[in-house]
């Protein structure tokens, strides 16, 4: 198949407009037209666009001896662009968050959710938001959260790892919620505000189907 050829195809695969197709690459609907035509062919940039966001090869658009650019069936979303980041065990006491004795191993993660690193769950205090024991949470790195936001805090006088929880604050008072009723808040008042560390801001979790 021909490069023009290719871009209709891998296009209408996916149940795509030109205009829809355009603002993957960066370009207008006319360009796209004039691509399938084969009146001009895309830029090296607008085809890494395309593949990134296809989460496919540039030869697989460029080489005209491949026939089949997508193997992904019309309908289905594309796998994300993935990057790695660290899965953090413990967090040694006085240590950074990424110190390298707290990483335990590096795992993929959407390169769209921004995390910064990777926790496991332990324990079901979050069951109520489908976070379960063994899951994977992806942690984007931020002293601050907002209200009602799921957070990794390190407590003071807890053990090294950090805990996942709601977190509210009124005032000078802060409470950590868990996502399930067998478990009671965590709540610090005045002083015992300056136990809590904020680790970051869950973004995304992975799960085994249960």
């Known amino acids: 198949m021909s490069i023009a050829n290719n871009i209709k195809h891998l296009r209408e695969s996916h149940g795509m407009s030109q205009a829809e197709f355009g603002n993957i690459a960066g370009v207008t ?12 062919e895309p830029r090296m940039g607008a085809i890494q666009k395309i593949a990134d966001y296809f989460g496919i090869k540039k030869s ?5 001896r491949d026939s089949n650019v997508s193997e992904i069936p019309a309908g289905f979303e594309p796998l994300p662009k993935m990057v790695k980041i660290p899965l953090i065990s413990e967090i040694a006491r006085g240590t950074p968050i990424l110190a390298e004795q707290n990483i335990a191993d590096y795992i993929n993660c959407p390169e769209a959710c921004k995390a910064t690193f990777a926790l496991r769950c332990h324990g079901n ?16 790195q931020q002293p601050d959260v907002e209200n009602g936001q799921i957070a990794a805090v390190q407590i003071d006088d807890d053990c090294c790892n950090a805990i996942l929880k709601r977190f509210y604050r ?3 008072t802060v409470i950590l919620m868990a996502e399930n009723s067998d478990f009671p808040p965590l709540t610090f008042q005045r002083e015992e505000i300056s136990k809590i560390h904020i680790a970051g801001r869950a973004v995304y979790h992975l799960s085994k189907i249960k």
Do not use: C, L, Q
Request: aromatic letters at 6%; glycine letters at 12%; charged letters at 35%.
């Open 60 to 64: 697989n658009i460029i080489d005209e």
């Open 125 to 140: 205090s979050m069951a109520g938001a489908e976070i379960h024991d063994g899951d994977i949470i992806f942690i984007r």
């Open 29 to 40: 609907d006319k360009a796209v037209s004039t691509w399938e035509t084969g009146k001009k």
């Open 170 to 172: 009124n005032g000078d």
